[in-house]
């Protein structure tokens, strides 16, 4: 099982969801009884909320991401500003799926070699470093789910291109949500760009739904083959989240039991948003105003 986000079938037994709410709601049932939310104009209008504040912290921290900086200390300032200033509550904190220790603090930052959920503590940050910052707040009952990468002074040109195409990989995934399109259209999207640009694509780990639980079906896999999986409504709202290695793409666990490193301890980078389905197409929830803008896209990829 992996925390926080959900993984591909080839992980038996790897996906963690928070228990089925009890309210009823609209819902989906696609393949395997598998039941997907829709949401209503009211958890629409709350996610919107919810999400915005979830980029704003990352806007917020941005200026004191730099060389000297511990891990430790950024999680402090974000906590601080979702508590005391949004009035919202950071979700990693103290979240424990089954097995797992609680996550002893409010965000996660991984750097470097490490994929995901790195626990922020007495890392010193140097001139070099690539860091991703992933952020979820509870707002009113509803989560919002983001994260971005930040270099630290100045990055080399491998690790810049890295950061760059996982970019590129994450929208190209999200141009491929519209009501009637697949999961397996975003995974290719995003396999396909990784690979052709030399890189790989960690497969433990994906997107999820999203809403008053942090972790909701359906599972967005980041490679796949098109028209294949679960087909999109509008009303949906999932993450977009790859990984990518400059490496191989195999992963192991540190002994802290959350953080996830490169097996070869090449760089790593992952970009992510929360994306809803509208009628006509998608709309990006985790957006506010230093939300990088959206890149310009490979002909062939797109």
Known sequence: MKPFGGCGPSIPGARFFSP????????LTYNHSMTIEIKTSEDIAAMRVACRLASEVLDYITPFVKPGVTTGELDRLCHDYMVNEQGSVPAPLNYAPPGYRPFPKSICTSVNHQVCHGIPGDKVLKNGDVLNIDITVIKDGYHGDTSRMFFVGQPSVAARRLCEVTYECMWLGIEQVRPGATVGDIGHAIQRHAEASGFSVVREFCGHGIGKRFHEEP??????????GERFEAGMIFTVEPMINAGRREIRDLAD???????????????????????????????SAGTPARPSLPARAA
Not at 20 to 27: G, I, L, R
Not at 219 to 228: D, E, M
Not at 273 to 287: I, P, R, Y
């Open 20 to 27: 089925a709410s009890s309210e009823k709601t609209q819902q």
């Open 219 to 228: 599972q967005i896999l980041h490679y796949g083959r098109p028209g294949t």
């Open 257 to 287: 039991g959350w953080t996830i490193v490169t097996k070869d301890h090449s760089l790593s980078a992952q970009w992510e948003h929360t994306v809803l389905v509208t009628d006509s197409g998608f709309e990006v929830l985790t957006a």
